[in-house]
């Protein structure tokens, strides 16, 4: 019991990506990424972010393109420790609104661009019955007392556990055509994260039979019992917990690119360097240490390579690939470990220690145009993690999986275009020891593309 709420001190690696997309890093940017996924190659408004330097292929003057996402994701942890009063705990995550919003103007050989986006998080999990962490430390106790001879067989508990991620990205460079077949592009991206955590367990309650005490073996609550008994530090670990804390922090890294093209071929490459970010805690309700006051932890934002193309099959028919490798065993990712003993004790964890090579992602879509005013797409998508089973836990946790997208655009004029999609991604699951960790999500998009 000495651990109780142990689990809160990894709340800051706590990643809510939206959808696909590496440990912390989003994949969806847009409404056309929805509807056929591969966008890597991109030389539409929304290049401005998949491939900057795919805007030497754009038409001169203003081009702006405006998108919204909703996502609805459901997290099952499903735990047959046989102990437990509940072996399934559901998390809920809805974004009503994920936006990507690019504007570019070419002038020349000139493209200047600008984005904003959220590169990382975005999301809020509630898991309305709190975690398996939280209670399996609570259904120890009947056991523990019983074989110390105090007869007790059954508990009872109230918790809840909430969280938020959100890193916004704003984005700005120039692309440069050397002629043209070869485009050029360097930007930079500065990014700000605001995280948030509450959570509670309450009310805990057992039933030791006490002769004098509690002879018939009524729930009571453990806090009063520990207390009666002398032990200060259960009677404190069982009583009303709570956490209330939020986080900020900033970075901002370089972005580089390039595009080439012959006829109907589109190869490119993007590469964004690591964007170095430390959050600082805002500590109002510290359960057991877990979030020191003013403490500051690294939480990089990875490296990330694009290399892409696309290729038109026939004049009505183009064919996209990308790919994608996230450095993320070298980012810093810090998480604080707590001695719930010592009022102050604890030290930090090197979650990307516990990383193997990086994730990879596979991308393919394919466009069809009917007509010349209506565009059908679908694509696919792989997601390849590499973590350790010890990266696994209730907060943090990542899952291998496949996402299918369709979609369509519509050209209303020449200038104006319109972009839905709908996604849905399912999840690998994975057991480690006895929790089950399984996912699934899906997203619908819209999004316009305007040319001034």
């Excluded at 399934?88 to 020349?108: D, Q, R």
């Excluded at 984005?115 to 523990?144: Q, T």
Aim: aromatic share 10%; hydrophobic share 40%.
């Amino acid at each position: 019991m000495k651990k109780f709420l142990f689990i809160l001190g990894i709340l800051p690696c706590m990643a809510l990506q939206v959808k696909a997309g590496g440990l912390v890093t989003n994949s969806n940017q847009s409404a056309a990424y929805v509807r056929m996924l591969a966008r890597g190659a991109s030389t539409s408004g929304d290049a401005v972010y998949y491939n900057p330097a795919g805007l030497m292929a754009i038409d001169p003057g203003l081009t702006v393109s405006l998108n919204s996402q909703m996502v609805w994701m459901k997290r099952t942890l499903t735990n047959t420790l046989p102990t437990l009063n509940n072996h399934e705990f559901i998390g809920k995550l809805y974004v009503p609104v994920f936006p990507g919003v690019y504007a570019a103007y070419k002038t020349g050989n000139w493209a200047f661009s600008l984005g904003f986006n959220p590169p990382a998080g975005g999301g809020s999990v509630k898991y309305a019955d709190g975690l398996p962490m939280l209670e399996i430390p609570v259904s120890a106790i009947p056991a523990s007392l019983t074989a110390l001879g105090v007869p007790t067989t059954a508990y009872s508990m109230q918790s809840m556990m909430e969280g938020s991620s959100i890193v916004y990205g704003v984005q700005a460079g120039a692309t440069y055509s050397i002629n043209d077949m070869l485009g050029l592009y360097g930007g930079i991206r500065f990014s700000f994260a605001r995280n948030s955590y509450e959570g509670y367990v309450r009310n805990i309650r057992i039933n030791p039979v006490v002769p004098g005490i509690n002879p018939s073996g009524a729930m009571i609550p453990a806090s009063a019992f520990f207390q009666a008994g002398g032990n200060e530090v259960l009677a404190a670990a069982t009583s009303d917990q709570s956490l209330d804390v939020s986080q900020k922090g900033s970075g901002a890294a370089p972005i580089l690119g390039l595009h080439f093209r012959v006829n109907s071929l589109n190869l490119a490459a993007k590469y964004e360097f690591r964007t170095k970010m430390t959050l600082t805690n805002d500590t109002k309700q510290n359960a057991m240490n877990m979030y020191p006051d003013g403490q500051e932890l690294r939480a990089d934002v990875p490296a990330l390579l694009s290399v892409a193309g696309s290729y038109d099959i026939v004049p009505a028919v183009k064919f996209s690939v990308t790919y994608l490798h996230h450095f993320e065993p070298q980012a810093t990712l810090e998480s604080w470990a707590p001695v719930a003993t010592e009022p102050n004790g604890g030290h930090i964890v090197q979650r990307q220690e516990l990383v193997d090579r990086g994730t990879n992602e596979y991308m393919a879509g394919l466009e069809w145009k009917p007509t010349d005013k209506l565009l059908l797409s679908a694509g696919c998508q792989r997601s390849d993690v590499s973590v350790s089973d010890a990266w696994q836990n209730d907060i943090t946790h990542n899952l291998d999986n496949f996402s299918a997208g369709l979609g369509a655009a519509y050209r209303f004029t020449d200038r104006l275009t319109l972009n839905v999609g709908g996604m849905y991604t399912w999840y690998d699951s994975q057991t480690v020891k006895t929790q089950t960790y399984a996912r699934t999500s899906r997203v619908v998009a819209v999004g316009v593309d305007y040319r001034f």
